[in-house]
């Protein structure tokens, strides 16, 4: 069954240090990962996405198959990037295209 | 266009009563998603359209559960005879095409069944 894991329900750091946000995965075909933030107060958006290979606000995340794994870093957290982070797995090829989110991780940064 | 609009923001209901949600998504977008989210939980997918067929549901949408989107526009989510358990955030999204560069979510509209 497909699924989307992500270990730690808070993640609490220091503004400035690195941060990384885990996101696993279960699914046997082909898939489009996504990462996606609610911030307090906020509808939930699009951060990035795995296919565009972007960079938004300076996070990161790089899709590894091997480790079916979808980890968003970032180097230099921000207080402004305190915020809800859900990772989210779609099937296009298969069963029309819904996604799949994980629980959820509070990102916390402290000044 | 406004983005994805949801109305109410709030409903307060009483077990046993119907309710119905309203969702306006972005106009040029022929999908339309139904998901629900409580405490602690990322959200849950309910049911979609394309344009205005219903294309999949969840084996969480139980038979008191409806949606509809008659002219494929706006959409409609009813729950009839409403259970504690019905208490929940239900969020709209819409998407153009498959949704691969990404979804609009609205705000949703949260539900409390005393």
């Known amino acids: 069954a497909q699924r989307v894991t992500q270990p730690e329900k808070l993640l609490s750091v220091f503004k400035g240090a690195p941060v990384e946000l885990k996101c696993n995965y279960s699914y046997s075909g082909s898939p489009e990962l996504f990462w996606y933030v609610q911030y307090s107060r906020q509808r939930l958006q699009l951060l990035l996405r795995h296919i565009s290979r972007e960079s938004i606000k300076g996070f990161t995340a790089d899709l590894n198959k091997g480790e079916t794994s979808f980890h968003l870093k970032k180097p230099f957290a921000q207080e402004e990037d305190s915020a809800m982070y859900y990772c989210?797995?779609?099937?296009?090829?298969?069963?029309?295209?819904?996604?799949?989110f994980g629980k959820g991780t509070k990102l916390s940064v402290k000044p | 266009d406004t983005g994805v609009s949801q109305d109410p923001r709030h409903k307060i209901t009483k077990r046993g009563q119907n309710v119905t949600f309203r969702c306006d998504p972005i106009?040029?977008?022929?999908?339309l998603y139904w998901y629900r989210q409580t405490l602690g939980q990322g959200p849950e997918f309910l049911t979609y359209?394309?344009?205005?067929?219903?294309?999949?549901k969840s084996r969480l949408l139980s038979d008191r559960f409806s949606a509809e989107r008659p002219k494929g526009s706006f959409s409609t989510l009813e729950i009839q005879r409403t259970e504690q358990g019905d208490s929940a955030m239900y969020l709209c999204?819409?998407?153009?095409?498959?949704?691969?560069?990404?979804?609009?979510f609205g705000s949703g509209t949260r539900l409390t069944v005393v």
């Open positions: 359209f394309q344009n205005e067929a219903q294309l999949e």
């Open positions: 999204a819409s998407s153009l095409g498959s949704g691969n560069h990404g979804y609009t």
């Open positions: 989210a797995l779609s099937d296009y090829g298969g069963s029309q295209g819904n996604l799949i």
């Open positions: 106009s040029e977008h022929n999908r």
